[in-house]
């Protein structure tokens, strides 16, 4: 079975374990959704999760975070860890929203990485949850891990591991894509005991490196 067969039958079979896939991050808006997506950077969702209703209090849209104090936003986010280089992207990020695009989160991946601390895997995830927009597919740790495990790409970079994921999966569905992996990486196919004698892709997964 090539590639292309085998995610095909990925996305149908995960689709049956996961009917509802949906972001964990707790959001409103495009921006609190890249805001908590930068904070989640080495943090759990939940962690997250518990910071964002504080922050957004204080901080509801990018003009107010663009004159925030760079040291207060430090102690609201000390908690989900690289917290100077976030507060500082964040605020920098917020500027940036402010002098060139009115405050508005930008619907574009080379507007939106553009910004500090913003790479492809936070824009996709802004763009397709929070925009409507499947541009690419979002890629971090467990999408990482499990595209190798079921030999859907040979990469361990993010960039190139996209790029072989793209053509293997519909574009409506890159989103979706990202939520089903990560659900699966956290429940089934886990970092350290991958449960594959309980897994529904047992008969179609080559276990790479597993
Ligand atoms: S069979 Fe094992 S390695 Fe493959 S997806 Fe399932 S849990 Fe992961």
Redesign the pocket.
Known sequence: MDAAARATLIHARLRTVFPHPEPALVHHNAYELLVATVLAAQCTDARVNTVTPGFFSRWPDPSSLAQADVAAVEGVVHATGFFRQKAKNLVAAAKLLMARHEGRIPASMAELTALPGVARKTANIVLSNALGLNVGIAVDTHVRR?AF??GLTTSENPVIIEKDLMPLFPRAAYGEINHLLVL?GRE???ARK???DS????DI???LG?
């Open positions: 499990l495990r079921m699966f089934v196919c886990k991958p449960r594959c897994c529904v892709l047992d997964c080559p276990k597993v």
